[in-house]
């Protein structure tokens, strides 16, 4: 069956939200996983940003105020040590009864990663996450003391008495559309995150995925693959273009600051290049696929819309399953009130139009 993924973050606010409140609003990001929770996804994501919230503390906080959501927490290596970073996960995982799982982001830009103190670039970054996700999983997994010798990382005599609730480890995400990206996600991904593209080339990045997951010795169905978009609804199709519309002209016209005048990074990263050059051939794509939000916002982040009604959508990301992909990760730009809409009118219906198709072998 197809997981769902939301998105959760601390304070009330979007592309097209100035924030309402504090940056860290404990009752609003309590009621945002309790709403996930009620609409039926399975997770949330937590991104990271180098001006945010700690997705640690926020996961922590959040799973106390809930009991079946899962929490995706995203984690750019090479600020804390493999073996610490694997035991505050393996930690969380018990208090959570195993409700914890991981997004390995090594950084697509520079200048983000600069502002938290690293230098290096991003080719050096692949190869520290290779290395990095070899000690996290032996920290994992170990019975026995271990040593360590690479290229980042020299460790003697690791050991970690706390293991995961999920054995035997918690589930490994994996983002990035560049050939180093499938190359490490390809060796270590559980599931591994695609930005929502037109068909056609989301099933050239799911052959390039699984390729390198063969490349690495892996049975190349053992790796899921994920799709992100920002759904668009409505009653019926032409209403939520309408809405649609709407959206793109405040995105346009500026009306949400950026947050804490820290402003987003888009363009830089091979995904968010991928985007732009599917908005440079065309605003629509197959049923419901929406680029001009990409360009809008320089393709900061997954930022490519279905816009239809609940049916449309629905019918367009059960393609996306039909050619392979098994987790969807979606958010709107009303992120609570989306949710809420999502559970009633979107996640049943997806879920209803895969087992369908699936029982008449579309």
Do not use: C
Request: a negative charge; hydrophobic letters at 40%; aromatic letters at 8%.
């Amino acid at each position: 069956m197809v997981e769902f993924i939301g998105m959760i973050r601390t304070a009330d606010q979007s592309e097209i939200r100035e924030r309402r409140g504090p940056l860290v609003d404990r009752d609003y990001t309590r009621r945002f996983a309790q709403a996930h929770e009620r609409a039926g996804f399975d997770r949330v994501l937590i991104g990271y940003h180098s001006w945010d919230a700690d997705g640690f503390a926020v996961a922590a906080d959040a799973a106390a105020h809930t009991e079946r959501l899962g929490y995706l927490i995203a984690h750019r290596p090479g600020f804390v040590a493999p073996t610490v970073w694997a035991r505050k996960i393996a930690t969380l995982d018990q208090f959570t009864a195993g409700r914890i799982a991981v997004h390995i982001i090594s950084g697509a830009s520079d200048a983000e990663q600069r502002r938290d103190g690293d230098h290096t670039d991003k080719v050096t970054r692949y190869r520290r996450t290779d290395e990095y996700l070899d000690v996290v999983k032996r920290t994992w997994t170990a019975r026995e003391p271990f040593d360590h010798d690479g290229e980042f990382y020299s460790i003697r005599g690791a050991l970690s008495h706390v293991l995961p609730h999920t054995q035997p480890r918690v589930p490994i995400y994996f983002g990035g559309s560049s050939a180093d990206a499938y190359r490490v996600g390809g060796r270590h991904a559980d599931v591994y995150a695609l930005w929502g593209e037109p068909l056609k080339e989301t099933a050239e990045q799911i052959a390039a995925v699984r390729a390198a997951g063969v490349e690495a010795g892996r049975d190349p169905d053992s790796i899921g693959i994920s799709v992100s978009f920002r759904p668009i609804l409505a009653p019926t199709d032409e209403e939520a273009w309408d809405r649609a519309r709407s959206i793109l002209a405040t995105i346009e016209a500026g009306q949400a600051p950026v947050p804490n005048g820290v402003p987003y990074v888009g363009g830089t990263s091979v995904g968010s290049r991928r985007q732009l050059e599917a908005a440079d051939r065309g605003e629509v794509h197959d049923r419901a696929l929406w680029t001009a939000t990409a360009r809008a916002t320089g393709a900061a982040g997954n930022s490519t819309a279905l816009v239809g009604s609940p049916e449309t959508v629905a019918a367009a990301l059960a393609d996306y399953v039909d050619i392979g992909v098994t987790t969807i990760l979606i958010r709107g730009y009303e992120p609570l009130e989306d949710v809420e809409v999502y559970g009633e009118e979107l996640l049943p219906r997806v879920r209803a139009e895969v087992a369908r198709r699936r029982a008449v072998g579309v």
